[in-house]
């Protein structure tokens, strides 16, 4: 049963021009033959809202849960890794991690891959659970108002999703 994983939330983010720093870099990328590891099977012109696919559960998350995760927790790291080396920085120059709030073991398991103490893990996940596309945004929107994202900091953005989709990002705040 995945209704435990959710919570509900919107974010965004107004970007400008800035005399220095900024994103530094970006990776996005995806992998459409793993889709079936998190998927809703039901809805859409594949399978339109009917009795049958109610009765069938086909419009519940379908999640094969320890494959997601080691899955996971090699991209995300992979992505970080890959974000960083393009922005020209070393994993020990990150000040703080901003991911997408899926689950505290894959943050967890993440940060120690990395090689980065969880203390630079920002953490909302216990407060709000995982608000899918919304969890990065409104992580980063709560690290800045609590005083842990300060001027000139180096931030790293980190994300994974269903169908498989993830990115990372540095910013230099």
């Given at each position: 049963?995945?209704?435990?994983?959710?919570?509900?939330?919107?974010?965004?983010?107004?970007?400008?021009?800035?005399?220095?720093?900024?994103?530094?870099?970006?990776?996005l990328g995806s992998d459409g033959t793993q889709g079936e590891l998190l998927m809703l099977p039901g809805g859409g012109s594949r399978h339109p809202a009917s009795h049958e696919t109610v009765d069938n559960r086909l419009h519940y998350i379908k999640m094969r849960g320890?494959?997601?995760?080691?899955?996971?927790?090699?991209?995300?790291?992979?992505?970080?890794?890959?974000?960083?080396?393009?922005?020209?920085?070393?994993?020990?120059?990150?000040?703080?991690?901003?991911?997408?709030?899926?689950?505290?073991?894959?943050?967890?398991?993440?940060?120690?891959?990395?090689?980065?103490?969880?203390?630079?893990?920002?953490?909302?996940?216990?407060?709000?659970?995982?608000?899918?596309?919304?969890?990065?945004?409104?992580?980063?929107?709560?690290?800045?108002?609590?005083?842990?994202?300060?001027?000139?900091?180096?931030?790293?953005?980190?994300?994974?999703?269903?169908?498989?989709?993830?990115?990372?990002?540095?910013?230099?705040?």
């Open positions: 049963n995945t209704c435990v994983l959710f919570g509900d939330g919107a974010g965004a983010c107004v970007l400008g021009p800035v005399k220095s720093g900024g994103i530094l870099s970006g990776y320890n494959e997601l995760f080691k899955l996971a927790v090699n991209i995300m790291a992979d992505a970080a890794q890959i974000a960083i080396q393009k922005a020209g920085l070393k994993c020990s120059d990150i000040d703080l991690v901003i991911p997408h709030q899926a689950n505290i073991r894959i943050l967890l398991a993440v940060a120690k891959k990395l090689d980065l103490p969880a203390e630079k893990l920002f953490l909302n996940i216990e407060k709000y659970g995982n608000m899918s596309s919304a969890s990065t945004a409104t992580a980063l929107c709560q690290a800045v108002k609590q005083g842990r994202v300060k001027k000139g900091d180096t931030i790293l953005l980190d994300a994974f999703g269903a169908g498989l989709v993830w990115g990372a990002c540095v910013i230099k705040w």
